[in-house]
Structures are given as structure tokens and as C-alpha cells.
């Protein structure tokens, strides 16, 4: 089965600059996360969807992130204004809508702001 | 709420050693808990997971972690280190929410390996 898919790979802004992210879960996949994962540091959760609904959003920096699932399929990650800081690897996840079941990550974005 | 804590930010053994990464759990409820593999420009893969059957977890690659709970620990070892075991390895710890919960990480260990 195809992966989780994600685009781009690579993004170069200036703060102050907006920048978004694509995500695309393994079909059928219900429950989709978006993770930041700073230079040296482990994944930390931005976003949690079940389907188009947000089960967890508590860690996510709402003045300038913002995301959304359309449909219960894809997902878009926004950053507006982007920040020096949020420099980091964007990875985006899907599971199955059944406990215990195994969550599959795609390969990233890698942001750099200047 | 549940945390993992993962012992030194990079360990470096030769091909053939014994490789041991280390991860010590907190958590106020029986854990669930996860080894991830990352290799450079890749997304996280799955190396095993403990969801409280057998406390010693066997993975992919030759890889196993032992669960043990007096001493809130879940290490990850391998036998024998090969060249291509180098890479970033991660903890986790599910962290309960909705029907699927989410996963807690740990900051990561990078592994070398020496020729």
C-alpha cells in the first residue's frame, strides 16, 4: 500500500513569511497527526484529527499555526507569520480509527526560516 | 501523564558489539510503549511495541526491548551492531486521547557504528 505522502520535502522562507504543508494519510486511515521535530529534540504532537473533527490541539501555537482536514482525507499545516524558531522537520502521521493499531509516518518537511 | 526519558543523546559501539539504547518510562496508567527508527531524511519506522503481553518485545532487525516495570524501564538491544543499525532511534510512550491516543517521544538517541 502506498505511504503517507507529503509535500514539499523542503521549504526555504524568511520570517515573517507563511509557508504551508500538505499532507496526504494512507487511505482509510481515519485519525491523521501533524508532529514538529526541532534539531535534536524528539517529535512533539501539534495536531490530532479523527476524521475532519480535532481531538487534540493543545499544543499547537494558534496565533500563527493553523490546520485543517477537508473531507477526512488530506491535510494542510499553515505557519503565518513564520518564525526563526520554527525551523524544524513537519511530519505528518495516520493510523487506523482502532485502538492499538500502528501508526505509519511519512518522510517530513524539512522547514528552514531565515 | 505519561513521559519517556532516553539516556544519552548518542551512543557509538563498533560492528558487532552489543548495542543498548536506554528509555525509562513515567506514567500513571500500565503503558504502552513504542521503538522508532529513523534514518537520515526518512520518517519514523517502527521497530517494536510493548502493549502490556510478553515483556520481552521482539522487533524488526534483530532488534528487542525488555519491559520492566520495577524498574520503569523499556532499553532497547541488539546483539550484534551492523553498519546500517546507524541511525536515530526514539522512545515513546502512547499518550491517551480520543479512540487512538497519541504518541509522547523521547529526544532521541543517535547510534554509530564503527567499522
Known amino acids: 500500500e502506498a505511504g503517507v505522502a507529503q509535500s514539499p520535502r523542503y521549504k526555504i522562507i524568511e520570517k515573517r513569511q507563511s509557508v504551508a504543508f500538505w499532507c496526504n494519510p494512507i487511505s482509510g486511515h481515519a485519525t491523521l497527526y501533524w508532529y514538529q521535530q526541532i534539531l535534536g529534540q524528539g517529535p512533539k504532537l501539534l495536531i490530532q484529527?479523527?476524521?475532519?473533527?480535532?481531538?487534540?490541539d493543545s499544543q499547537l501555537p494558534k496565533d500563527r499555526f493553523s490546520a485543517e482536514r477537508l473531507k477526512g482525507v488530506d491535510s494542510t499545516l499553515k505557519i503565518q507569520p513564520a518564525k526563526l524558531e520554527d525551523s524544524a522537520v513537519y511530519l505528518c502521521?495516520?493510523?487506523?480509527?482502532?485502538?492499538?493499531?500502528?501508526?505509519?509516518f511519512g518522510p517530513g518537511t524539512r522547514l528552514t526560516v531565515l | 501523564a505519561q513521559s519517556v526519558t532516553q539516556l544519552g543523546s548518542h551512543v557509538s559501539v563498533s560492528e558487532g558489539a552489543l548495542v543498548l539504547l536506554r528509555c525509562n518510562y513515567s506514567?500513571?496508567?500500565?503503558?504502552?510503549l513504542f521503538w522508532y527508527v529513523q534514518y537520515p531524511n526518512q520518517g519514523l519506522q517502527l521497530l517494536l511495541k510493548?502493549?502490556?503481553?510478553?515483556?520481552l518485545v521482539k522487533g524488526i532487525n534483530g532488534f528487542e526491548a525488555e519491559f520492566k516495570k520495577s524498574e520503569t524501564s523499556f532499553h532497547l538491544t541488539k546483539p550484534s551492531a551492523h553498519m546500517s543499525d546507524a541511525a536515530e532511534y526514539f522512545c515513546?510512550?502512547?499518550?491517551?486521547?480520543?479512540?487512538?491516543?497519541?504518541?509522547?517521544f523521547g529526544k532521541g538517541t543517535k547510534l554509530s557504528v564503527k567499522p
Open positions: 502521521a495516520s493510523s487506523l480509527d482502532l485502538p492499538g493499531t500502528q501508526w505509519f
Open positions: 515513546a510512550v502512547l499518550n491517551y486521547g480520543g479512540s487512538q491516543g497519541n504518541l509522547i
Open positions: 510493548y502493549t502490556s503481553a510478553a515483556t
Open positions: 484529527f479523527q476524521n475532519n473533527g480535532v481531538v487534540d
Open positions: 506514567s500513571s496508567v500500565p503503558p504502552y
